[in-house]
């Protein structure tokens, strides 16, 4: 496959996790942004945050989405703010297909509150309603997937099966 596959979602809805099975499973190279961007950097995103803020971790994003978009080939973790801007999903699909992947507050509360330390948008006192609010708050910019998985309801092989023939299906239906 030459386009990349591109994983988009709120933080803690497995982009990662799913990414590297994905990637092992169709033989493509697997990104992680975040991880991607520390590299870059010689940070890590909880000190860009903050040392030099928010705005510039979004400028490395959208350096990074640009030199992404010109390899082909790619499975790519977006972080969970690369949405944000709409130039990045815009970019990123024009050489991809993108993936949304949801699952419900309760999975994602659970699953953040195990990796808080790595999260600088999460501090220690995060409760389900305040992240009900981020979610909300965040939803629209995850519409633009051209394929939405639900990852609160199966294990991760069985994710990783459901969107592969979701790629054939939505590959297939575009002739």
């Known amino acids: 496959m030459g386009k990349n596959i591109v994983l988009i979602g709120f933080m803690g809805t497995g982009k990662s996790t799913i990414g590297q099975r994905l990637a092992r499973k169709l033989g ?8 991607e961007i520390e ?3 010689g940070m890590t995103v909880a000190e860009i945050f903050r040392k030099h803020g928010e705005k510039r971790f979004r400028s490395e994003e959208k350096l990074l989405a640009h030199k992404l978009a010109q390899r082909e080939g ?4 977006c972080g969970g703010g690369m949405p944000l801007d709409p130039e990045n999903m815009k ?4 050489n991809g ?4 992947l949801k699952a419900s507050p309760e999975d994602v509360f659970r699953r953040v509150m195990r990796k808080r330390h790595h999260r ?5 006192d995060l409760t389900l309603e305040r992240l009900r609010a981020m979610m909300a ?4 910019y995850y519409q633009c997937a051209h394929i939405t998985v639900d990852t609160s309801t199966h294990g991760i092989e069985e994710l990783v099966h459901k969107i592969i ?9 575009k002739g």
Do not use: A, W
């Open 120 to 124: 600088p948008l999460i501090d220690r």
């Open 97 to 100: 297909v993108i993936i949304g």
């Open 39 to 41: 590299k870059i950097t």
């Open 165 to 173: 023939l979701n790629l054939k299906e939505f590959c297939y239906g």
């Open 28 to 35: 493509m190279i697997f990104v992680d942004t975040d991880r």
């Open 74 to 77: 790619l499975i790519i973790s």
């Open 137 to 140: 708050e965040r939803e629209k």
């Open 91 to 94: 970019v990123l699909g024009e």
